[in-house]
Every structure is written in C-alpha cells, then in structure tokens.
C-alpha cells in the first residue's frame, strides 16, 4: 500500500444511516474512517472487504445493560455481545460501599480495559447516600456524563431514592451538563401492593404484575420529568414500558424539555402471560405488561414516530439458584429475601430488532440506525465518535446480513442466565462481519478475531439531542 492509501475499503453493501440507505463504499485509515463514495473514487486499500448483499450499518450500541458481580462478567458479556453484531457497551455499575465515585471510575476502568473485547463506558447508579454526590464533578471530568436512580426497589437498602435526592442530583447534572437517567416507578406504592399481596396469600408469579399498575411508571415519570424541569436537567426515562408513561413523555418533549427515553424488546414483545409460563425468571422491572393492555403497540408506534429513542437490551442475567425460590413465592425467598428481578436480553437485542423490527412490521433499516447507533451516541455523549458513518468518526461497523433464518436456542448462549424467554423464537438475520476501530471483531465464520483486553474506554462528554421525528 502507498503512502496515499488507506488500510481497508469495505465495498459492495448499502451503507445505512439514521436517515439514508445509499450504494457506497467506505474507506478506512487506522482506527478512523477517512471517506465514504463509489469505490472508483477511494484511494487504494491494503484489504478490500466485499459486503455485496448485506446492510453496513454504524457498529451498533447497547446502552442499558448490567455487568458486575452479580450479572455477567467483563470478559463474558462483552463477548457475547460481539457475537451479536454489537460493538459498543454502555453498562451500568455501582461503586462499593463507602468508595467515591472517582475512585470507582478509576477501579472499574482498569478492570473492564483488562477484560472487554468491546469498547464500553459507564452509568453509575447512586443509591440514596449524599456523599456520593460529591464526587458527580470529579466522575464527570473522568467521562462519566450518565448517572441513574432509582424512584422504586424500597425493600433493597438504599437503592430507592428520595424526591429530595434526585433534585440535589439533577442539580449538580445540569451544571456539568449531564444527564439523569431515571427507573420510573413508584416505590412507595409498589412496596405497598406487594406487602398486601403477601399478606393476602397472592405470592405466585402471575400475582407480580398487578402489583405494578401501569400508572405508578406515568406517575413517577412526572415527577422525574418536573424535578427535571426545575433544575434544568436533562431527563432521560429508562426500559419505558407503558402507554401511559409515553404520552407523559411526548407532553414534555412538545413543551420543549430535554426528556428523552428507550424501550426494550420484552416490552415490545412479551407479556405478562410469560409469568405463567417461566414464573420467577419472567420478573422483570418494570414487569411485562398485560397481554390485551395498549402498551406494546403504543411502544412500537412510539419508536417509529421518534418519541422513543433508543433501544436498549436492559440484560439483568441472574443465576438460576437466585430465581428459583421465586416459583413459591415470587416477592422473597423463605429467609425474607426479595427474589431479584431481571432477565438475560444482550444476546438476542439485535436479532430480535433486525427481524422484528425491520423484517417483520417493515420499519426501515434506517430506524436500526437511529435506536441502536446513533442516537445512543448522541444521547450519552459519544457522537460523532461513535453512531455513525463519516469521516473522522470511529471505525466501527455492523455488517448484516439479512437472509439467514434461524431459532434462538439459549445453548448457543454465553451468560450466566441459563435459559432465554426468546427460546425457540424464529429469527431472520445475522450479523456477518463487524468491525471496531478499524480492526476486524467478527468475522463471517462467527469467530472474534480480538482479544479481551482489546476493548478501550470511551470518555463521554453532555447529551446532544437525539434524531426525532418519524422515521423515513
């Protein structure tokens, strides 16, 4: 190659955008995509990478998902979400009991460097503990431009916070030009309902979600929505599950506030009658919605029309020893113990988007784009880096194929969870070579071609509104 080329050319696929599809190839120098056009106009390249066929979208991002001690692993997540087409993380940790935030940011950096095949970057979750709000200033100078309460979870020590701590909160986020990322739902009345179900004797799965009324998320997604209003914070609603909460969310982002939020899969396609048949392993929060409820619809229109932003895994893999006591009481084990909630969703995120999303009800690639890439960048701080195809951008790519048809089998799985609810599911649509700075992650064989240890970590700077409007 001369001094003139570049290092790859991927050529021959429709090059996708947030807003276009168009016949182009992409040149890459180093770590950085340097030119977009027909492949007669780019310089020469040391590797051509024919994608004739497939879809290169921007490398696809998760932007909600679990990984520590309790969930999977920094090498293992990381993993199999780039066996999946994913090429960036944006996971939620915690800090241990009595570590400030910068310290933590330090800790979990050097661990997940060490570990992460994927480039990835932080949301820290405060519980309700007022010194740790004094290290939001130092933790945003490190990256860390996210940061998530709790408004329920009140029988989990200090996870829930009060009204109080989330306005001291918003406050320091708005002056450093952050973001809060908010669990709406109202731990107050949730924890009610559920004493009361307990004491009433309605302690199998299927009595779980009533006691999580549509309205306690609509309820606590205002008051996020007016703290955030008083302190001038960005506001950011977390795994929307309710019809109710979206029409709370577009009165605000038709007022002019910066209120944003992402659904996930199971919300889009499953329902509470997954209670009955995998009980304990279905307890979600917020917990899947009625089968003959408006909310799955309302979702799927909502993400079409540009009110919802993202798309997002929530991937909250629990062992099966954790779960199981669930299935005679689905609150708390024998010894008073809450059973926790979550379930596994990074491996089947992009593949139930792809063939749900796209195949199935005709949303445009475009729309993939948009949930999964940019506007994730956008929102938490990585854009232009990241999301998107154009020069001087990270050389990140998803390149997809979308004529496999095949069945998720939870066999072919990496985590921790030991069952999907996605088990048997029919999907169209493969990842067929990803890339990451520049450098090829997986390939068409299914194997990754990096390391642990290859992923690095993304400093994140304020929130750029995200792309809105019907997608086209």
């Known amino acids: 190659m001369n001094a003139s080329g570049v290092d790859i050319v991927v050529r021959g696929g429709q090059v996708v955008t947030a807003t276009d599809v168009v016949e182009a190839a992409v040149a890459i120098r180093g770590d950085t995509i340097v030119a977009i056009g027909p492949e007669s106009l780019l310089p020469p390249a040391g590797r051509v990478i024919d994608a004739a066929g497939k879809f290169v979208l ?22 199999a979400a780039a066996r999946t087409g994913l090429t960036t993380l944006l996971p939620f940790v915690t800090y241990d009991e ?113 006691t999580c009324p549509d309205w306690t998320e609509e309820e606590a997604i205002n008051r996020a929505i007016l703290i955030g209003r008083l302190t001038g914070c960005p506001v950011y609603v977390v795994h929307l599950s309710t019809r109710l909460g979206l029409e709370r969310i577009k009165r605000a982002q038709a007022e002019g506030q910066k209120v944003w939020c992402e659904t996930c899969p ?16 279905a307890k ?19 993400s079409a029309q540009g009110f919802i932003a993202n798309l997002a895994s929530d991937h909250s893999p629990r062992v099966p020893a954790a779960k199981e006591p669930g299935r005679k009481n689905i609150f708390v084990d024998a010894a008073g113990k809450p059973i926790p909630f979550g379930a596994p969703s990074l491996e089947t995120l992009v593949p139930l988007a792809w063939s749900e999303g796209v195949a199935k009800r005709g949303l445009p690639v475009t729309w993939l784009a948009r949930v999964m890439a940019e506007n994730p960048a956008r929102v938490f701080g990585l854009w232009p880096r990241k999301g998107v195809i154009r020069p001087g951008a990270d050389a990140d790519l998803t390149i997809w194929d979308p004529a496999p048809e095949w069945t998720i089998q939870q066999s072919q799985h990496l985590g921790i969870a030991g069952f999907t609810p996605y088990e048997g599911w029919r999907v169209r649509g493969k990842p067929w070579t990803t890339l990451v700075r520049g450098q090829v992650l997986l390939n068409p064989t299914g194997e990754l071609e990096q390391e642990p240890g290859y992923g690095r970590y993304l400093p994140r700077h304020g929130p750029t509104p995200p792309i809105a409007g019907a997608v086209v």
Request: hydrophobic share 40%; aromatic share 8%.
């Open 284 to 302: 979600i929060g917020p917990p899947l919605r009625p089968a003959d409820g408006p909310d799955r619809a309302a979702l799927w229109q909502g």
């Open 98 to 210: 009595g570590e400030t935030l910068p310290k933590a940011v330090a800790r979990l950096r050097e661990e997940a460097e060490a570990l992460s095949v994927l480039d990835f970057g932080f949301h820290f979750i405060l519980n309700h503990e007022p010194y740790i709000l004094e290290g939001i200033p130092e933790a945003f100078r490190m990256g860390v431009s996210s940061i998530k309460l709790f408004m329920t979870y009140k029988k989990r020590g200090k996870r829930m916070v009060s009204d109080e701590f989330i306005a001291k909160t918003m406050e320091r986020l708005a002056a450093l030009g952050g973001l809060c990322q908010l669990h709406c739902e109202n731990g107050d009345v949730l924890c009610y309902l559920e004493d009361k179900a307990i004491a009433e004797g309605r302690t199998a799965p299927t009595d779980f979600p009533p």
């Open 266 to 281: 199971q919300y889009l396609l499953l329902t509470d009658k997954e209670m009955e048949r995998l009980g304990p392993f």
């Open 58 to 79: 921007p490398g696809l991002i998760d932007c909600h998902l679990h990984i520590g001690p309790e969930y999977d692993d920094w090498r293992t997540a990381p993993m």
